[in-house]
């Protein structure tokens, strides 16, 4: 299993960008698929997560102004950040398991088994 994300750039405030996330030898319609960042000197956070059948999550940070969406059939997960803001500034890594995870563990990182490489996002005020 392989998961590559793409998209990252450097944009102004208000901003947006569509992050990407190809997935191989992974099949997306049935599973968990995140989406984490992480900002020098913090700890990696959940931003999104999409299960089957179930609610996507948002962490607070980032609701209404993102949006996870996949395409089966290309096997790509996409992250749509719109009205960026220098606090989004980060490493964006996309995660996946199998699993279908539950709400308490779809935020833990040792939740999902496959990572991507991350894509940076700077974001300039």
């Known amino acids: 299993v392989q998961l590559q994300a793409f998209g990252g750039g450097l944009v102004q405030t208000g901003r947006s960008l569509r992050l990407s996330c190809a997935a191989s030898?992974?099949?997306?319609?049935?599973?968990?698929i995140a989406w984490f960042r992480q900002a020098p000197g913090k700890e990696r956070e959940a931003v999104s997560c999409?299960?089957?059948?179930?609610?996507?999550y948002y962490a607070d940070a980032v609701k209404g102004r993102f949006t996870a969406s996949r395409d089966n059939a290309k096997s790509t997960v996409y992250l749509q950040m719109n009205s960026l803001k220098p606090e989004d500034t980060a490493v964006y890594y996309c995660?996946?398991?199998?699993?279908?995870?539950?709400?308490?563990?779809?935020?833990?990182?040792?939740?999902?088994?496959?990572w991507g490489q991350g894509t940076q996002v700077t974001v300039s005020s």
């Open positions: 995660a996946a398991t199998r699993r279908n995870l539950i709400s308490s563990s779809m935020q833990i990182p040792t939740s999902y088994d496959y």
């Open positions: 030898g992974f099949t997306l319609d049935y599973g968990s």
């Open positions: 999409i299960r089957t059948s179930r609610t996507p």
